[in-house]
């Protein structure tokens, strides 16, 4: 366990609703555990786990193909969106379900630490325009948010 995440945590506690906090985590477990069934769907194995002031970093074994890793990094932030949209399917949207949608696309920002960063990293690794596309891809997530927000 990093010290940041001690950090975080205690900040969270220090300024934070006790509803919002336990909703904080729910979003983030089942983020988590978003990832942890597509590894094993696809046959992978959970080297490690690291609690971060920037969340959870996992670490697989690594696996045959760019397509599987790319599932595997996909489906947590499509967890967090899918809850949202469930949510605000039924009628039930308000601050967990914004909370979740923002945890999702949050994650495919395309930043080392995160999903997207780690996505961006697949994609572009033979080739030279890792920049150009980080900054494009960064736009995206951020114009999808501010559209559903």
Known sequence: MDFSFLLMNSL????????MIAGFYGVCIAHELGHIAALRILGGKLRRVELTGFGIKMTAVPMPGIFRELVVLLSGPLVNIGIW?????????????????????????????????AMLELLTASTGIRAVLAVLWA??????????T
């Open 12 to 19: 969270m506690f220090m300024t934070g609703d006790g509803g």
């Open 139 to 148: 736009a995206l997530v951020i114009a999808v948010y501010l559209f559903f």
């Open 85 to 117: 949209l469930a949510l605000e399917i039924t009628g039930k949207y308000g601050d967990i379900s914004r909370l979740s949608l923002l945890a999702g696309l949050y994650n495919l920002l395309p930043l080392p630490f995160l999903d997207g960063g």
